[in-house]
């Protein structure tokens, strides 16, 4: 009954980071919209991407890196087995610890843009415009990292007292500043306007944070400290998962410097690979990304209890509950790739070329899905034990076999064989976490897990029977945008429901939990 009442909280928090990243991923579509149409995969819209990969990399290594790898379990700790003084010191070392990390990042990247971009982007430098406009952008971007560490800290915090609203609300103020920024600012002053978008949405990101910290009791000190004994510890987690995401981050920067060499993967796979990866990343987000974040601080919570049983069902429960959603959302994607991507982007600026090659990066990104989620998760249930470095040692074998597979895939296959090589190296890291994680801490569970997969296969199966018929039905014909808009949305909500159903006739254990806890609140509101 105790595994049942924690999981039901962790579905409500799941869904509480859900909604907040729904809306959030609704902007986002309208901003990638925005930026597709006004500045398609040309010179303007790989310079923003290239520039606004750089802060964002240094941001996963020492920001929202920190929160997952120190700051959460970490504070986790202290707050369940400390006093209140104790919790907020630590909490204010933290804090200067970032400040200085972050702003002295945020300087150097300023100085040496010129070196990042011909690092990051060789493609670049046979047309010196392209070269030029993405220095600069790089260089209006890099403070940016100071503003989103503080968010990231921010949302270590108040989710180590489970609250989770306002951190998941960040990304909204970020796609709405953007998106204003795209329609007032860039028509007068170009791809510059969205930078200052980028730059104010951080501004107000950091803001919405400070009330809710407040409440909880955080004070600033005018005693600036570096020194605490946990300074140390907090250095021994951060440091691999800083180099972990550095890994992972450097297999996305090859992805980029392999992009940029348009003589081998066509003009515009810079964006074409930004442009897919937001969508696959969508499913990751909407659910994913929200189940880590609820799932940590409970994991963290069992770790320090050193409750591995409660440990090791939160690891399954999440794991199952990351191939009830993603199996069939991948399934989806690589079905209807081609029409998502022409019926959101096909105008402006944004041509058919653009279609093919952001479509077929869609495609072979698709396949990776569940080891995306998947690899989320296991992560989680390392930091929980404080460790990091096991991550960064199959972060690394997975950047080695996705060099060595772009490599050989993005000759044939162009942008998609380095969307590929993603996917299978993904898959990859993903076994060898599973696999070590069962012989650090015992089966998790891998017989149900795995009953729970093919249940999933197929219910999937009867939903992608259901999805290419409708897609040559609905999605063929050449009709006014919102229509097929319409009826895009008509696919995917169809393709949802039949899905359900299948998956309920399987009787995929999840499924059969959401239904029976929406059947009883029905039934609740009706006694009443």
């Not at 930004?274 to 799932?295: C, D, K």
Request: aromatic share 10%; charged share 15%; with cysteine.
């Amino acid at each position: 009954m105790i595994l049942i009442m924690t999981n039901k909280k962790l579905i409500r928090s799941t869904g509480v980071i859900s909604s907040a990243t729904i809306l959030s991923r609704i902007l986002g579509f309208a901003r990638d919209v925005l930026i597709a149409g006004r500045f398609g995969t040309g010179i303007y819209a790989d310079a923003f991407w290239v520039a606004f990969r750089l802060p964002n990399t240094l941001r996963d290594m020492v920001g929202e890196g920190a929160t997952d790898a120190a700051i959460v379990p970490i504070l986790t700790e202290y707050r369940h087995a400390r006093t209140q003084k104790e919790y907020w010191d630590v909490a204010r070392v933290m804090l200067n610890l970032m400040l200085t990390v972050l702003i002295t990042l945020s300087v150097l990247g300023v100085v040496f843009a010129p070196i990042l971009v011909r690092v990051i982007a060789p493609g670049f430098l046979n047309d010196p415009e392209k070269f030029n406009i993405t220095v600069l952008l790089t260089r209006m971007m890099f403070p940016y990292i100071l503003l989103i560490g503080m968010v990231a800290y921010s949302k270590g915090v108040l989710n180590s007292f489970h609250y989770f609203l306002t951190p998941a609300l960040a990304p909204v103020i970020l796609n709405t500043t953007m998106i204003l920024a795209l329609i007032f600012l860039c028509p007068i002053i170009g791809i510059k306007g969205v930078i200052i978008g980028v730059l104010v949405g951080g501004v107000f990101q950091v803001l919405i944070q400070i009330r809710p910290l407040q409440g909880r009791g955080l004070r600033l000190s005018r005693d600036f400290k570096l020194a605490h004994p946990i300074a140390k510890r907090i250095g021994k987690l951060l440091l691999p998962r800083a180099v972990g995401a550095g890994v992972y981050q450097l297999s996305v920067l090859v992805d980029t410097i392999l992009a940029s060499l348009s003589k081998i993967v066509g003009a515009g796979g810079v964006s074409a690979l930004q442009y897919s990866s937001r969508l696959v990343q969508l499913p990751v987000a909407v659910f994913g990304i929200s189940l880590v974040t609820a799932a940590l601080p409970k994991m963290s919570k069992e770790a320090a209890a050193k409750d591995i049983g409660a440990l090791r069902n939160t690891i399954n429960f999440s794991l199952r509950a990351i191939f009830t959603v993603m199996i069939p959302a991948a399934a989806g994607l690589i079905i209807l790739a081609r029409p998502i991507v022409s019926i959101l982007f096909q105008r402006g600026e944004f041509t058919a070329y653009s279609t093919d090659i952001t479509s077929s990066a869609l495609f072979f990104y698709s396949f990776g899905l569940v080891a995306y989620a998947g690899i989320k998760i296991l992560v989680s249930g390392y930091y929980s034990m404080g460790d990091t470095r096991t991550p960064v040692k199959t972060a690394a074998i997975s950047l080695a076999i996705n060099v060595v597979l772009n490599l050989i895939l993005m000759g044939p296959l162009k942008v998609g064989g380095l969307a590929l090589a993603t996917s299978i190296a993904a898959s990859i890291n993903f076994l060898i976490l599973y696999v070590l994680l069962v012989k650090r801490i015992g089966d998790i569970g891998t017989f149900k897990i795995f009953i729970t997969f093919l249940k999933v296969c197929a219910a999937t199966i009867v939903m992608v029977i259901f999805t290419v018929f409708s897609d040559k039905i609905f999605l063929t014909r050449q009709l006014p945008f919102f229509i097929l808009v319409g009826r895009l949305l008509m696919v995917v909500v169809g393709s949802g429901v039949v899905y359900t159903i299948s998956a309920y006739i399987t009787r995929v254990e999840n499924v059969h939990k959401l239904w029976k806890l929406l059947w009883d609140g029905r039934k609740k509101k009706d006694e009443g």
